[in-house]
């Protein structure tokens, strides 16, 4: 069975401070500028090895005790000289009016800290509104909580949402890594606050895809690009998402294609097929919106590498008519026609002088979190 989605369990406390301003030490830059007033709201959260869970960065290198590859998340903590704001929150009336801070702002940024005692634990965080507010966490219940990981993300206010653009086109660092995917590993949750607390269950808004390329020729192959498109320039991602009171929306605005490319034009290195190489091409996708999806369409690939004969640098090489997935392949191997929000998906590129053999797999967040999380921790 699929698991669309991981989860994170956090619990919201309210941090009471001196509405004067006399306890307050400012731990944060000017930039956004820290509130002297009021009341900060902070909560903590990690991993259990009991329950799936989600952090906001990852790497593709752990071998589970499976033997296979499985994906690995933590927090991007920072420290407070030094913050980030990659998370945002806010809380809405029944009306789905925001709750204003004492410096009128309808939102807060959110510090990410580490909040563990052990050396590179990033399975513990601790968040921090940046925005204070006039009382205490418990008279607001009732209000709708939204927290959304992004560090992308901005608020539209009409209604009131927070939104994230996905990019078309990635560039890759070097072969394999996934640094360049967590400026967009969009999470997000919605609570109504009961006694003061709220438990947040983190939901991936995105589909990770790997392309995997494997090199059939008898010598080496440097590779440029990878792409999958949707001929016609038919929808084949939706281009944003937003969130709001009633959870996620996915953009009616697409994209066509989606592309990774290696930085600086240097290209990725694969040996002869003799050595049984692969390297692997990451990018994110987000779900279709309502009335949008992958059927009657076909996924077909472009890799830019150098030619087979004349080293010539940014050859293209296109799918034939017989290598490409269509809906109803790609239906067979997700049982969907659209993109689930949470889940990996690989496409295997096999490169001769022509790409052909296009195959596809694709692997729920619940089968990512096989690997031993280490000692459980209490709060």
Known sequence: MKVNHILLSALLLSSMVSCDGNDITPEVPDTPEQPTEGYQFIFGGSTDTEEEA????????????????HLVFGWDYTDKSNPTY???MAFLDAQGTPLTSTEGQNYSDITILKHSTKANDSHWAEFETVERYANPLNTYDGYTLIAVNGKNSSVTTSPFAMQMEMPNTFTQQAANSLAHLSDYMYMYDTYVLEGGTAHLKFKHLTAPVRFRIHNLRPSAVKIYSASMHVANNQALTSSSVSVGSNGATYGATTHSSITVAAANDEGFSIAERSHNEYIDLYAHVLPLGDGNSLVGKTIQFTIEANDIVTGEKKVQYLTSELDHITADKFYQVTKSYNWIAGDLYTFHIYL????????????????WENEDLGESETM
């Not at 001769?352 to 089968?367: C, H, L, R, W």
């Open 54 to 69: 989600t952090r906001a960065s990852w790497t593709d290198e752990i071998t589970g005790n499976d033997g296979k590859r």
């Open 86 to 88: 990659e998370m945002k």
């Open 352 to 367: 001769d002088d022509a790409i052909y053999g296009i195959t596809i797999e694709s692997v729920s967040i619940k089968e």
